[in-house]
């Protein structure tokens, strides 16, 4: 079974502090690593993502950080902002099944103002 | 663009009836797809399709069938259905570039009780 492990399930963190949630995986084949955001009653949606090519990739305070050896990434949230208050997803693919995903459990950020 | 869009939004079925989730896309995506999401268990594929004409089984196909007749719209049926199926459910489309790394959209779910 190709999982997604992720932790932890709820955060809580105070405005302006940092979001980190983690991400493992045991499938060395997989080769592309979105996070997606999900907003209560809505979709998730792509917020960003990284191949194992790359030990990081920022996007303005949304960064991943990528350990290919210990077969890990994570997503850190800077400058944490009550907007950022969602449920967020890891999710890993394959270059053989370029269209499917394997998602996480999901992580519930509360970030308190 | 309407993006994805999914019908109805709330639905309640009592154990044992049947109903057809509808799912459409307006991008000209080859691949649409169906999750559902349960708390503590993210989105599990159900079923998916790479073209009008082809789908195939994901995760947890039992109890749903889909069908694709056109590239536009992908239903999801509940033959019959059961307690167990009470979930959000979720369509979401990508393009096909021959590659990881397609951006899925999502629809807004449909949250769906079955008593």
């Known amino acids: 079974q190709q999982q997604v492990k992720q932790s932890p399930q709820s955060l809580i963190v105070q405005k302006g502090g940092i979001s980190i949630i983690n991400c493992a995986y045991e499938n060395t084949a997989f080769d592309y690593f979105p996070w997606y955001q999900q907003f209560p009653g809505k979709g998730p949606a792509l917020l960003i993502a990284?191949?194992?090519?790359?030990s990081e990739k920022k996007e303005g305070r949304f960064t991943i950080s990528f350990n290919k050896s210990a077969k890990q990434f994570s997503l850190h949230i800077m400058d944490s902002q009550p907007g950022d208050s969602a449920t967020y997803f890891c999710?890993?693919?394959?270059?053989?099944?370029?269209?499917?995903?394997?998602f996480g459990s999901g992580t519930r950020l509360l970030v308190r103002p | 663009n309407a993006g994805v869009t999914q019908t109805p939004k709330f639905q309640v079925l009592k154990t044992g009836q049947s109903m057809t989730l509808q799912c459409a896309q307006d991008?000209?995506?080859?691949?649409m797809s169906w999750y559902r999401q349960d708390p503590g268990m993210g989105l599990r594929l159900i079923h998916y399709?790479?073209?009008?004409?082809?789908?195939d089984q994901g995760e947890v196909p039992n109890g749903y069938n889909v069908s694709r007749s056109t590239t536009e719209d992908f239903p999801l049926r509940l033959l019959s259905a059961a307690p167990s199926q009470t979930s959000v459910y979720f369509c979401a489309s990508s393009p096909l570039i021959g590659r990881s790394g397609n951006t899925q959209y999502f629809g807004p779910g449909t949250r769906l009780t079955v008593l």
């Open positions: 999710a890993a693919n394959w270059e053989d099944s370029s269209y499917k995903l394997i």
């Open positions: 399709s790479v073209g009008a004409g082809i789908t």
């Open positions: 991008m000209n995506h080859e691949y």
């Open positions: 990284i191949r194992p090519d790359v």
